[in-house]
Protein backbone atom coordinates (compact mmCIF):
# COMPACT_ATOMS: atom_id res chain seq x y z
CA UNK A 1 0.00 0.00 0.00
CA UNK A 2 1.52 3.37 -1.25
CA UNK A 3 1.65 6.03 1.96
CA UNK A 4 -0.09 8.94 -0.01
CA UNK A 5 -3.61 6.67 -1.17
CA UNK A 6 -3.74 5.91 2.90
CA UNK A 7 -6.55 9.43 3.32
CA UNK A 8 -8.08 7.61 0.03
CA UNK A 9 -8.31 4.41 1.41
CA UNK A 10 -9.60 5.29 4.77
CA UNK A 11 -12.28 8.03 3.33
CA UNK A 12 -13.48 4.92 0.61
CA UNK A 13 -13.55 2.30 3.54
CA UNK A 14 -15.05 4.68 6.06
CA UNK A 15 -17.50 5.88 3.87
CA UNK A 16 -18.41 2.44 3.25
CA UNK A 17 -18.85 1.25 6.69
CA UNK A 18 -21.02 4.62 7.18
CA UNK A 19 -23.33 3.11 4.37
CA UNK A 20 -23.31 -0.22 6.17
CA UNK A 21 -24.41 1.15 9.31
CA UNK A 22 -27.17 2.66 7.15
CA UNK A 23 -28.02 -0.30 5.53
CA UNK A 24 -28.70 -1.89 9.55
CA UNK A 25 -30.19 0.79 11.39
CA UNK A 26 -32.41 2.64 9.21
CA UNK A 27 -32.90 0.81 5.82
CA UNK A 28 -36.18 -1.85 6.12
CA UNK A 29 -36.52 -4.44 3.51
CA UNK A 30 -36.84 -8.22 3.74
CA UNK A 31 -34.31 -9.93 3.35
CA UNK A 32 -32.00 -7.66 5.66
CA UNK A 33 -28.95 -8.66 3.62
CA UNK A 34 -30.27 -6.78 0.31
CA UNK A 35 -30.37 -3.35 2.23
CA UNK A 36 -27.22 -3.61 3.97
CA UNK A 37 -25.90 -4.81 0.51
CA UNK A 38 -27.06 -1.65 -0.94
CA UNK A 39 -26.07 0.65 1.51
CA UNK A 40 -22.84 -0.25 1.60
CA UNK A 41 -22.36 -0.17 -2.29
CA UNK A 42 -23.76 3.22 -2.06
CA UNK A 43 -21.47 4.43 0.54
CA UNK A 44 -18.61 3.05 -1.64
CA UNK A 45 -19.64 4.82 -4.36
CA UNK A 46 -20.04 8.13 -2.35
CA UNK A 47 -16.78 7.80 -0.63
CA UNK A 48 -14.78 6.99 -4.04
CA UNK A 49 -16.60 10.19 -5.42
CA UNK A 50 -15.48 12.65 -2.88
CA UNK A 51 -11.83 10.90 -2.78
CA UNK A 52 -11.32 11.47 -6.50
CA UNK A 53 -12.90 15.39 -6.39
CA UNK A 54 -10.43 15.97 -3.46
CA UNK A 55 -7.27 14.29 -4.98
CA UNK A 56 -8.25 15.97 -8.55
CA UNK A 57 -8.24 12.30 -10.54
CA UNK A 58 -10.46 12.07 -12.93
CA UNK A 59 -13.31 9.67 -12.60
CA UNK A 60 -13.65 9.14 -16.45
CA UNK A 61 -10.88 9.09 -19.26
CA UNK A 62 -7.77 11.19 -18.71
CA UNK A 63 -8.42 14.45 -17.79
CA UNK A 64 -6.92 17.64 -19.04
CA UNK A 65 -3.29 17.32 -19.62
CA UNK A 66 -0.64 20.23 -17.62
CA UNK A 67 -0.97 23.08 -19.75
CA UNK A 68 -3.52 22.52 -22.19
CA UNK A 69 -6.77 24.65 -22.33
CA UNK A 70 -10.31 23.35 -22.13
CA UNK A 71 -11.68 24.23 -24.92
CA UNK A 72 -15.56 25.08 -25.68
CA UNK A 73 -17.45 23.36 -28.66
CA UNK A 74 -17.54 25.38 -31.84
CA UNK A 75 -20.35 27.71 -31.96
CA UNK A 76 -21.00 28.50 -28.24
CA UNK A 77 -20.20 31.59 -26.63
CA UNK A 78 -17.83 32.11 -23.23
CA UNK A 79 -18.36 34.57 -20.61
CA UNK A 80 -14.93 37.01 -20.92
CA UNK A 81 -13.68 36.79 -17.26
CA UNK A 82 -14.97 39.50 -14.58
CA UNK A 83 -16.17 42.11 -17.06
CA UNK A 84 -19.14 39.14 -18.05
CA UNK A 85 -18.41 40.22 -21.92
CA UNK A 86 -19.56 37.32 -24.44
CA UNK A 87 -16.88 36.48 -26.82
CA UNK A 88 -17.38 33.85 -29.78
CA UNK A 89 -14.70 31.40 -30.31
Given at each position: ????LIGT???VLGS??????????????????????????????????????????????????????????????????????????
Amino acid sequence: MHRHLIGTYVLVLGSGLAGLVVGVFVIDVEPAVIGWFFATGGGLMVGAFVAAIASNEPLVGRGALPGTPIASPPGSARRDGANGRESGP
